[in-house]
């Protein structure tokens, strides 16, 4: 089975596609074809939109899935009127709100995404440049201001898994890859050592690492089964030893992983 879903807005579309993609997750043997149109914000653009939508159900002959979060209620109006299965999600939660809360909405576009003055949009800048400052041990001099410090074998997760904590929850997180020379010795390398109570361990199944190794190297010792399988089993020993927290990756998100690593580290959220 195969659906055309719709995310629309009239501002960036983030909240309807974020919000219809956790409801799609539900249904795993259903095939949606995503298409996301932000910033419908004029009828001239609305009736666009419901003539392509009209056209999509006529020519597979099956109803459009629609999730909209569109303030303006005669451009949701117009919206409403395609041939499709609408959920509007502002008009599903809002009303029940104002209700409860005994106060009208202030139906302003865009409300969560723009920049205020209480500084969380600087906050979450500060944590992606700190992220990508301090990727894959590039530089540990300035661990000592990591929330985080995530650890693990190349290529398991760490540089998106920092970059998600920072641009979602505002957290300073670092990452450090052990390498085969790490091993060597089976302890923490050195740079590690004073900060091992922000430590937190990555870990993936072989077979995954390989698959991932090989789209950046193919046909390489760095992607080769033996390698994958050798290093694997060696980071995980020594995150065992040294009882640092871990969690494999293998079947995650990187949401998952990150939320996660939040509950099981107690890291406070710097945005919320």
Do not use: W
């Not at 992607?223 to 871990?246: D, F, Y």
């Amino acid at each position: 089975m195969k659906r055309h879903v719709y995310f629309i807005s009239d501002g960036t579309g983030i909240t309807a596609e974020s919000f219809g993609q956790s409801l799609l997750a539900q249904f795993d043997h259903v095939e949606f074809d995503r298409e996301t149109l932000p910033y419908i914000d004029t009828p001239e653009k609305a009736t666009a939109v419901v003539e392509q939508i009209n056209e999509s159900a006529a020519q597979q002959d099956i109803t459009p899935l629609v999730f909209s979060t569109i303030i303006d209620e005669k451009i949701s109006e117009i919206v409403s009127k395609a041939n499709a299965r609408h959920q509007d999600i502002f008009a599903t939660f809002l009303g029940p709100l104002e209700k409860e809360l005994q106060i009208h909405s202030s139906h302003a576009i865009g409300k969560k995404r723009k920049i205020d003055a209480n500084t969380q949009y600087s906050k979450r800048m500060d944590a992606v440049h700190f992220a990508l400052d301090n990727d894959d041990g590039a530089r540990t001099r300035h661990y000592d201001k990591a929330d985080i410090i995530l650890i693990g074998v190349s290529r398991c997760g760490k540089t998106p898994t920092c970059l998600y904590l920072a641009l979602q929850f505002g957290i300073r997180a670092a990452n450090y890859p052990i390498t085969e020379e790490d091993m060597e010795d089976f302890k923490l390398p050195s740079a590690l050592l004073p900060f091992r109570d922000k430590l937190f361990g990555l870990t993936i199944e072989p077979e995954r690492l390989i698959a991932i190794r090989s789209e950046r190297r193919p046909n390489s010792r760095y992607s080769s089964p033996r390698q994958c399988q050798l290093e694997v089993a060696e980071v995980e020993r020594l995150l065992n030893k040294e009882r640092i927290s871990c969690i494999n990756t293998t079947h995650f998100s990187v949401e998952e992983i990150s939320t996660r690593i939040i509950a099981e580290a107690g890291i406070t959220r710097r945005l919320k």
